[in-house]
């Protein structure tokens, strides 16, 4: 009978003129990180609920990562975050990533636990403090060396309360001068990715603000910092897959920070709250994609994606798993609109086609795709159901209560 289903969807989407073989292929080259930090405990600001089983150290995190890669199939990387995840030794992180199948990612320099950062940390009026920052954002430059990521991922809590607080002129030029420095230990085949964000905590300013502030300072380092979009950090409405495809075709898009939100930086599962959205932002990086084998320049063709959630009620490893399966619905969605159809209704101005053209390989069910792509990769055909039969979320309640959090 499923057999017969994904018969049906394949001569569907043949006589659509989409190749399903070229689809389950691009899927399965998904690369998603997971964030070391969601599978700690966290919570907001009124309270942190503690969860039994959480891992105690950065080593379990990479272990309940690789519960992760191992159902899904595509989250073979970890980002850490620095010092969230500092440890005596990274040779031996690496490592033990390497055990169990997973490798080390993006490495987030962390500037906004420290009382001294309590009034800045690259941007703080006194040198000293600026010095420390710039030692940290030094420092994790090494960390990425050793543990061999390529991906240095930045975000900066800096900013201030109210009007008069700081010289925002001079915060801008001092937060310059720190990434500059760090710009330039980088290695060559290192990139800097400069997350944004409108505001939180920070209330009244934050230093970088939005994407055109993040990708003003990218131009200014160099052609090794590139723009991190986290879908979290914008204000309502904001239409991000715009964002995408101007910093796409400015060859300035670094990656994602993938999470849903309803109000603000919510940071909840991938894609719950408004699916549409993320299959617009695959819909720019599709057709971009398209387009450089047409010999048009952008740099759709290495995006770091990664996912940064806190799951602060629900089980962590299990929303990690929802989380990945989303996005490759919703890439898989995308990789299903027929550009030409597009294109041809864009040139007549057919607006109603044009529309009608994208929005109805979202409407495709694609689970039958995604469960042949799974058991042609060895992969269960629903992976949040092996991961709950598998028994390792109730192996790991012995770690107890009271692990690792932010
Ligand atoms: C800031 C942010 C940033 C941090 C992470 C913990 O809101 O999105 O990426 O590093 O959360
Ligand atoms: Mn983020
Ligand atoms: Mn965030």
Redesign the pocket.
Known sequence: MSDQIYQIFEQQQKERGVDVEEVKLRIKQLNIETPSWGYGDSGTRFKVFQQEGVPRDPFEKIEDAAQVHKYTGNSPGVAIHIPWDKVDNYEELKQHAKEHEVHLGAVNPNLFQHDDYKFGSVTNADPAIRRKATEHLLECVDIARTVESKNLSLWFADGTNYPGQGDLRKRKHWMEECLREMYLAMDEDMRMLIEY?FFEPAFYHTELADWGMAYNMAQKLGPKAEVLV?T??HPQGTNIEHIVAYLLDEQRLGGFHFNSRKYA?D?LIAAAHNPYELFLIFYQIVQAQKDRSHGIRNNAENIAYML?QCHNLEPKIPAMIRSITNVQTLYAKALLINLEEVNEAQEKNDILCAEHAVRKAFEFDVTPLLRVMREESGLPVDPMQAYLNSGYGEKILSRGKGGASW
Do not use: A
Request: glycine share 14%.
């Open positions: 964000k986290d979290g950090h930086d940071d940064d």
